[in-house]
């Protein structure tokens, strides 16, 4: 029975050691191999074979875009004001060997390095200006790190600053600015509308002065061409009864009538002088003459 209990610790012995030997490195990771204390490879994906009391995994390294969020930092503005700044970074391992063998603890030589060189760039800044230049200073706080992270192994890909916590009485201060800047663009944005209302309603005013006098105009352009169409249309009806009156080529006798007729109506009492031409008195006593003959031979003839 001992021989038996022997070869089957042997051959379970054998099979656990065969499972350990056999390692799959997962997708995005890599594993640090050590031989004898020392750095011979880096396992990526996939499956691998180690040998049994000899190779070591020295380290699993991550090979994913990582976030740390660092705790508030204390810094000076050049014009001594203290604020509290947090930081975001976002780094990725880009060598597994640098990352194990070149710096101990990496995520704490991160924050450091994150803390004294926010503390240089905003010493440079006054408050307004680094309230204002985010985008710049997470720009030169990723190249500085991303520089000094390149013996580490380490790839720094974005910087943000999370929080800017200036002191309460600067926030109270900026607060009273903004409020009081506010009024003040209200009020001349007031003061523009009714400047602007104003000069509507005087352009207005104008608009309807210019049409009123271009109606006044225009009225009196067509009543002057009405009148001068009328005085044309009587000169031309007179040209025209001329014409014709020629045309008739009218006797003495006729014209001695319509002269009478002329007279009649210019003699209609509501003249108080009259002045008879010579040619119509001569006229009016020959129709005198004419009737009192008229007159005789009645009475004669009725006796």
Request: proline share 4%.
């Amino acid at each position: 029975m001992l021989p038996l209990i022997v070869i089957l610790f042997l051959i379970i012995g054998f099979i656990v050691i065969t499972i350990k030997t056999i390692n799959v490195v997962p997708q995005a990771h890599a594993f640090v191999i050590e031989k004898f204390g020392a750095y011979f490879c880096t396992w990526g994906t996939g499956l691998h074979i180690k040998i049994p009391f000899i190779d070591r995994i020295s380290k699993v390294v991550s090979l994913k875009e990582q976030v740390v969020d660092f705790p508030p930092q204390p810094v000076i503005t050049k014009d001594n004001v203290t604020m509290q700044i947090d930081t975001v970074v976002y780094f990725q391992i880009t060598d597994p060997k640098l990352y194990t063998y070149g710096v101990e603890r990496p995520l704490s030589a991160i924050e450091n390095l994150t803390a004294t060189t926010l503390r240089n760039i905003i010493g440079d800044l006054e408050l307004d200006h680094t309230l204002t230049s985010r985008d710049v200073i997470n720009t030169k706080i990723r190249v500085i790190l991303d520089e000094a992270t390149d013996a580490w192994g380490i790839k720094v890909n974005r910087v943000e600053l999370k929080n800017i916590l200036p002191p309460r009485e600067i926030q109270d201060a900026m607060e009273k600015q903004m409020k009081a800047e506010r009024e003040r663009r209200a009020k001349i944005l007031e003061a523009e509308g009714e400047k602007r209302s104003e000069i509507l309603i005087a352009e207005g005013h104008k608009e309807a002065a210019i049409l009123n006098a271009e109606a006044i105009k225009e009225a009196k352009i067509r009543e002057s061409e009405g009148e001068a169409k009328a005085i044309l249309a009587v000169q031309r009806a007179y040209a025209d009864s001329l014409k014709l009156l020629n045309e008739a080529n009218p006797s003495e006798k006729v014209i001695a009538l319509r002269s009478l007729e002329a007279f009649e109506k210019s003699a209609d009492g509501k003249a108080t002088k009259i002045i008879i031409p010579s040619e119509i008195q001569s006229l009016a006593g020959m129709a005198t003459c004419v009737k009192e003959i008229f007159d005789n031979k009645n009475s004669h003839e009725s006796r």
